[in-house]
């Protein structure tokens, strides 16, 4: 449409009819008061009603198209989801089932050990002095009795001489002594069996106490002399020590000391060694073991011990020793394992791995995926004959994490059913979808 706007330079046509009469008359009178200008209405096509009805009537169409779309397609949405939903109704949920099975009276049970010599050793010194030589060294094997290395002593010596030269003295000291007890034994023998009247009983008295006086000097003579006997013998031995001999047949794995150096007597934490030596021709393996299985193991178990350096060598033998207690912190039982190593290809402070057969109570065995955790504890989902659903509450006792065992709630040959939703509840329908021999 087309709105026009006449002006003083514009003249309306004689047919032309204006719109506002009212204004018109209005403008005329304010004319003298105007600036020359007089307002006239817009103009209208004769055709712009027509557009305006045809448009209302576009739109019209168009909203009620769209509102029969809409309600269309949601009906056809309603329609689909009520045929799903009647759909999964009618479908049972599907679940593989495994059947369980008595589980093996014994059960192989891997763990980490490690391996100790027969006999290890530090070797001190029993006397103090200067390294002379040392005769072995790392690596080197020795036989028990071998002489290791030499001390010079010469402190020890040098007491030991002193030692010698009292022990003369006092063996001089005892002979004069019994020379004197002798004589004062037979002075008083003859005082003795005087007549009456020849001597007085007083003097023979006094000879009788110089008699026991004598003997008396002469045990403490005696005793010094075996005082300083024992004495020179503790040197002996003392200086028997400055050659070190190995205590057993073995391999000295180290050793601490070069000619020259100071050497010190005795053991403490301040005291340095001579040597270590270790017996290795027989190996000790000892491994820790739970508290659940110590109690499947007893003396005399047999054993296969698995290096893990490549090789990949095995070793059969029986557990030697069990030491019959707890460690409170890790709550495990030691044991030991002697193996021979005529060899020396075991060393000691190896990583070996120990198979042991546990014995086992009667016990169920099923797929660690039919235990379910629930409120009541861990239950397994036991398919029926009619295919429903019963939860059981089960004890386990042992998992390996592929297999479970328990020890109630379940008896051998009952189906199970594996990763069961948790909106599966007891007494609902399942449909089995594999063979069940075939998971468990």
Avoid: C
């Avoid at 009906?75 to 099975?101: N, S, Y």
């Avoid at 009456?196 to 007083?202: F, I, L, P, T, Y």
């Avoid at 047999?302 to 090789?311: A, C, F, I, L």
């Amino acid at each position: 449409m087309q709105l026009r706007k006449n002006s003083k330079a514009e003249t309306t046509p004689k047919d032309a009819q204006p719109v506002f009469d009212s204004f018109d008359d209005e403008s005329e009178e304010k004319g003298s008061s105007n600036s020359g200008h007089v307002p006239v209405a817009p103009q209208y096509g004769e055709h712009t009603g027509r557009w305006i009805g045809f448009l209302a009537l576009v739109i019209a169409v168009g909203l009620g198209t769209a509102f029969f779309t809409v309600n269309k397609i949601k009906a056809r949405e309603e329609f689909g989801l009520q045929q799903d939903t009647q759909k999964k109704i009618a479908t049972l949920p599907l679940v593989d089932v495994a059947v369980a099975k008595p589980a093996p009276g014994y059960k192989s049970l891997i763990l980490p050990a490690a391996t100790k010599a027969w006999y290890r050793t530090t070797i001190y010194s029993r006397v103090s002095g200067y390294l002379q030589d040392w005769n072995v060294d790392i690596g080197d094997r020795v036989r028990k009795g071998q002489i290791l290395a030499t001390i010079e002593t010469p402190d020890l010596d040098a007491q030991l001489d002193a030692a010698r030269a009292e022990l003369k003295a006092a063996e001089a000291e005892a002979k004069v002594r019994e020379a004197d007890a002798n004589f004062a034994r037979t002075t008083y023998d003859r005082w003795r069996d005087s007549p009456k009247g020849v001597v007085s009983d007083q003097e023979r008295e006094a000879k009788k106490a110089g008699a026991a006086s004598s003997i008396a000097q002469l045990n403490a003579a005696k005793a010094k002399v075996a005082v300083d006997q024992a004495k020179v013998n503790g040197l002996t031995t003392l200086t028997g020590f400055k050659n070190v001999t190995a205590p057993f047949d073995g391999i000295i794995t180290d050793r601490r000391i070069d000619p020259g150096d100071l050497v010190t007597a005795g053991s403490a934490s301040s005291t340095t060694p001579l040597f270590v030596i270790q017996q290795t021709d027989k190996i000790r393996v000892f491994a820790n073991v739970p508290q659940g299985v110590a109690a499947g193991l007893a003396v005399g178990a047999p054993v296969r011990v698995t290096t893990n350096d490549g090789t990949g060598r095995t070793y059969d033998g029986k557990i030697t020793r069990m030491n019959g207690s707890l460690d409170p912190q890790a709550r495990t039982m030691q044991i030991e394992i002697v193996l021979p190593n005529s060899d020396y290809a075991l060393a000691p402070g190896m990583y070996v791995r120990a198979r042991f057969d546990v014995r086992q109570r009667a016990t169920v065995r099923v797929p660690a995926s039919a235990i379910v955790f629930r409120s009541k504890g861990p239950q397994v989902a036991v398919v029926g004959t009619d295919g429903r659903i019963s939860f059981h509450s089960v004890t386990i006792v042992t998992d390996d994490g592929e297999f479970v065992d328990l020890g109630s709630g379940l008896k051998p040959g009952e189906d199970v059913a594996l990763n069961i939703s948790n909106q599966i509840a007891t007494g609902d329908k399942v449909a089995i979808s594999n063979s069940p021999g075939a998971q468990s």
